[in-house]
């Protein structure tokens, strides 16, 4: 089955850190950009990080940069995203996806809650 | 970066009738390449977003014909032909020709 499993959501304070990981099977994961997209409690979607196919190339938006970081392993099929200096404006989930041509988010995992809080 | 914009934020409608939702984006979202990489994605409620058409128009493998999507440059539509229960959630538009990627506000369709 083609799909994407998130995991390392936690309740974390103001300051912390935290590396959340997502697992690709079903397709070849080396094939494909890949994805972080956030969702802040009753709010809408916010593309967070995005990283080519040879972990080369990373993108962030401007409110993560300098505190996060993504990269992959393709031998693990994975996707991470490590969070440094974590606010309380980082509270979401975090979804990973596919990222086709030009940010064409084509697969979806279930997310992974990060609470920021003390 | 580019701002998405969509009317209505809260659509309700009766089951049956048919519904549409209006994104606009705040410059032409055209690529060089001459393709335009504005999609649609649908969020159940506790769900996980999904797309649903990409690229304007493509629907999705699964996704209902009742599905389309439509327009260019900086105006774009979804329209369900006629609206069933499992289409209540969230829809959003999403702009992928610049970087960042940015998404509108989302559209809450629920029924009367």
């Known amino acids: 089955e083609v799909q994407l499993v998130e995991s390392g959501g936690d309740l974390v304070q103001p300051g912390g850190s935290l590396r959340l990981s997502c697992i690709a099977s079903?397709?070849?994961?080396?094939?494909?950009?890949m994805t972080w997209v956030r969702q802040a409690p009753g709010k809408g979607l916010e593309w967070v990080a995005n990283?080519?196919?040879?972990?080369?190339?990373?993108y962030y938006v401007d409110s993560v940069r300098g505190r996060f970081t993504i990269s992959r392993d393709a031998a693990k099929n994975s996707l991470y995203l490590q969070m440094h200096s974590l606010r309380d404006d980082d509270t979401a989930v975090y979804y990973c996806?596919?990222?086709?041509?030009?940010?064409?988010?084509?697969?979806w995992g279930q997310g992974t809650t990060v609470t920021v809080s003390s | 970066d580019v701002v998405m914009t969509q009317s209505p934020l809260s659509l309700p409608v009766t089951l049956g009738q048919p519904a549409s939702i209006s994104c606009r984006s705040s410059?032409?979202?055209?690529?060089?390449?001459?393709?335009?990489?504005l999609h649609w994605f649908q969020q159940r409620p506790g769900q996980s977003p999904r797309r649903l058409i990409y690229?304007?128009?493509n629907r999705d493998s699964g996704v209902p014909d009742r599905f389309s999507g439509s327009g260019s440059g900086t105006d774009f539509t979804l329209k369900i032909s006629r609206v069933e229960a499992e289409d209540v959630g969230v829809y959003y538009c999403?702009?992928?020709?610049?970087?960042?990627?940015?998404f509108g506000p989302g559209t809450k369709v629920e029924i009367k």
């Open positions: 996806a596919r990222d086709r041509d030009f940010h064409n988010f084509d697969l």
């Open positions: 079903g397709f070849t994961f080396s094939n494909y950009w």
């Open positions: 990283i080519g196919k040879d972990g080369r190339d990373t």
């Open positions: 410059q032409s979202l055209v690529h060089n390449n001459g393709n335009t990489y």
């Open positions: 690229m304007i128009s």
């Open positions: 999403m702009q992928g020709t610049f970087r960042p990627p940015t």
